[in-house]
């Protein structure tokens, strides 16, 4: 095996950063003697919190800007509450997070269809741009849940037989 302890140079971008003039943060790094002053600046005016905020264990105080436009509700909030009582650190911060995000996409349909609009799970899900580029991985994901679907009715029928069977007994 060669030694390519030398032949660095052959990798691609290496050294791009090796000529000062031509590195993008040369000029931040300009000693001026008074980089102890840096975290003396005047802080952002904080934002006015007038709703819920999911606050991280790791953080004493909000940030000075945030998003407000969806506060926590529902099933989903109250699992956002929990994972946002855990440090970053965990699964069980993350974990129920994505969960959180799965269960409001539900409660956003059901409130759609509560307000007496249908969304177009279609099209919003991507499944006509699918079918265009990807017709054969479409139509196994179709045979595969109506495979299913036609399992499960076929179950519950029977099972619905089967107790009304017994009870003629």
Known sequence: MK???????????????????????YPMKTWTGDDHNRINYERADQQPIDLEILLSTERPAPTRVFGNTVPPSGLSGVIRRYAFSHSEDRYRHWIPLILADRINM?????????????????????????WKYKPKKMALKVGIVAVAGLYLFLKLKSTKKKRWYHQLI
């Open 3 to 25: 030694d390519t302890k030398f032949n660095y140079k052959n990798i691609p971008g290496w050294g791009m950063d090796a000529d000062p003039e031509n590195e993008p943060t």
């Open 106 to 130: 539900v409660e956003g349909v059901v409130k759609d269809i509560s307000e007496g609009y249908l969304p177009n799970i279609a099209a919003e899900r991507g499944w006509r741009v699918e």
